[in-house]
């Protein structure tokens, strides 16, 4: 008799945990759609995956989660376009409410990390607009050096620069050219001295308004042909 109510209550065990592993796992899928979704709707991104680690044994339930990660592709951050952004979070509340909305917020994050990835090309695209006509600057990123060159209106007349710079972050999440080394006209200037009538170009704003939890750009990163800008809280 006693060893029977022991296979019972090891049945009713496994089938307890049977089930509360299929309702996790299908809660969690459940919600990383409707994160994708809501992500997709906010941001504007064209592709995004998510990958929800919920706090056991009941976050999902309150929308409380070990680890949160997130991979959006083509998004548009102000007048810039990012490649792919990665986010990470740890010990994250997540507003269940704004998902079943339409929406993705966080209502509270422990610690987060991001990436975002600028291209060259998205850099030239950035550039080719403020120029009129489009097409006279060309950037080039190289693990050393941001590299700038064409024609630009200078003193009202249009000369012809080669910039060597360095990039860094300002106050206000912008992206700032600090130049090295500058040529006009293929004369060494002083970067000093021209820095002035050249602001417009060495200040890229980007706008991180539409995330799902406000992020302050720390530090810059260059490899050949892309711009990595690394991300915190």
């Known amino acids: 008799m006693l ?3 022991i296979n019972h209550y090891l049945l009713a065990s496994l089938m307890a945990v049977l089930v509360y592993s299929l309702l996790l796992y299908g809660g969690t ?3 990383q759609e409707q994160v994708v979704q809501g992500l ?3 941001t504007g991104a064209s592709v995004v995956q998510a990958q929800l680690r ?3 044994p009941f976050g999902l339930l309150f929308g409380k989660f070990q680890r949160v990660h997130l991979e959006l592709q083509e998004i548009d951050l ?3 376009t990012a490649e792919t952004i990665e986010l990470t979070g740890e010990a994250v509340d997540v507003g269940l ?3 079943r909305q339409g929406r993705f917020t966080l209502d509270r994050v ?3 990390q991001g990436r975002l990835d600028i291209t060259e090309a998205a850099l030239n695209a950035y550039f080719q607009r403020l120029t009129l006509p489009p097409g006279l600057i060309k950037a080039v990123v190289t693990p050393e050096l941001f590299l700038l060159s064409g024609e630009l209106p200078i003193m009202g007349r249009r000369l012809e620069v080669d910039l060597q710079a360095k990039l860094t972050v300002l106050p206000g999440n912008i992206l700032q050219i600090v130049p090295v080394r500058l040529a006009i006209q293929k004369a060494q200037v002083p970067p000093v001295l021209i820095e002035q009538f050249l602001a417009d170009y060495l200040r890229i704003p980007i706008d991180l ?5 406000p992020l302050v750009l720390q530090e810059v990163v260059l490899s050949e042909g892309r711009v990595s800008v690394y991300a915190g809280q």
């Open 40 to 42: 997709i709707r906010s």
């Open 29 to 31: 899928a459940y919600l």
């Open 97 to 99: 409410r704004s998902i």
């Open 110 to 112: 422990a610690q987060i």
């Open 54 to 56: 919920p706090a056991l």
């Open 209 to 213: 308004t539409d995330f799902p939890v």
């Open 78 to 80: 102000g007048p810039l």
């Open 3 to 5: 060893k029977r109510s």
